[in-house]
């Protein structure tokens, strides 16, 4: 369980590992953006087998990602359950019929062939990008990633925020189990076997302390880059740049290529919605 809560980047010798940041940033943008932007089923399973190839590829073990996975999942089937109950007829007045399962169009709480294809286009939505956030995360070096971005045109001040930020992901996942063991070892019980209360106590007696322990590293990190003179002049230079590789650009192509399908999909639509109950 500890090992499962370190999510950040892994060496590994992959395709994806080769890839310049910026190409997978500018891919799980791009196919994000065309990915929620559209409701053609054909297209977000196209690409969620698209994300799972790319997943499996990455050679990204599961047991490192089960518990985020499991919060997203428990996130994502809430957030379906609330769609629903809030709006169950939605799915009829998108496509402008009703094909019914239980009850009919005018009871509030009903359930059609048009609802289930919308929700079951959330869920694609949801999923499709699951895989392509985690690899962007566990694939990118952060100082790597930081150089691309200025490489691209953005302000090397905020690529280094940017890599600051991906950098103390894994360090304050360490200091969350550390003092989550300390307050263990102090008898503040957080396991399934305490009751809720006794769990939220716990875990208050966690955050805290890590707030005030990040806190510190900044502090710590803004005068170390103050008294270095971070920021006086316009550019600087980075030691971990990488150049675009004929790979970067044969990705490029191929991520243009999905988001024109996506776009061409609307012409065909008429619409972002894919209607097969026409």
Known sequence: MAKNLFVGYNERDTFLHHLSGSTKLIGFVSLSIIGMLTFDTRF???????????????????SEISFILKVIIGFAVFNIFLVYVFSPG?????????????GNPKQFFNL?????????????????????ALIFLLTTEPSEFAASLNKVGISYRISYSVEITLRYIPDIQRDYR??????????????K??????????????ILPLIFTSLDRI???????????????NKRTWYMARKFKMADYMAFLLILLIVMIGILLFKVNNGRFWNPFK
Do not use: C, D
């Not at 939605?90 to 094909?99: D, L, N």
């Open 44 to 62: 977000l399973l196209g690409i969620f087998v698209f994300s799972m190839i790319l997943f499996w590829k990455s050679e990204i073990k599961f």
């Open 90 to 102: 939605y799915g009829i007045s998108i496509y402008g019929s009703h094909h019914m399962i239980l």
């Open 112 to 132: 059609s062939w048009e609802e289930l294809l919308y929700l079951f286009n959330l869920i694609l939505k949801y999923t499709f990008a699951v895989p392509l």
């Open 178 to 191: 550390t003092i989550s063991l300390a307050q263990q070892a102090r008898g503040y019980e957080i396991s």
């Open 193 to 206: 076997k305490a009751s809720l209360i006794k769990r939220v106590r716990g875990a208050i007696q966690i």
């Open 219 to 233: 502090e710590t990190v803004s005068q170390a880059m103050s008294l270095r003179r971070f920021g006086r002049h």
